[in-house]
């Protein structure tokens, strides 16, 4: 099993940034992909940001973030980060990393293992 434990959240006005962090460990030589996932009070958990391949490490972002959020890892491929700028109110909400062991985790069906989420609050 893969344990996950995220970190860097906070509060920040409109426009500012954010780096959250992301450590894995246990089995993480199982880990194919790693990424972001938010969940915003009575919304459904929408995909952020997705990091994968053994080698390739290429990066993927939501439309909603493209720009804006740069997501990478360590050489060790343990460590996943989300550097978020230009954050706006409606990036406010509870930020889940995700780890896959079979695929690019585009969606929740991807996802193997979740961290405890890490909140994220934008002020206008």
């Known amino acids: 099993q893969v344990q996950l434990v995220e970190s860097g959240g906070g509060l920040v006005q409109a426009g500012g940034s954010l780096r959250l962090s992301c450590a894995a460990s246990g089995r993480t030589f199982d880990v194919y992909s790693m990424g972001w996932f938010r969940q915003a009070p009575g919304k459904e958990r929408e995909y952020v940001a997705a990091?994968?391949?053994?080698?390739?490490?290429?990066?993927y972002y939501a439309d909603s973030v493209k720009g804006r959020f740069t997501i990478s890892r360590d050489n060790a491929r343990t460590t996943v980060y989300l550097q978020m700028n230009s954050l706006k109110p409606e990036d406010t909400a509870l930020y889940y990393c995700?780890?896959?062991?079979?695929?690019?985790?585009?969606?929740?069906?991807?996802?193997?293992?979740w961290g405890q989420g890490t909140q994220v609050t934008v002020s206008s």
């Open positions: 990091i994968g391949g053994w080698r390739t490490g290429s990066a």
């Open positions: 995700a780890a896959g062991t079979r695929r690019i985790v585009f969606g929740i069906n991807d996802v193997d293992a």
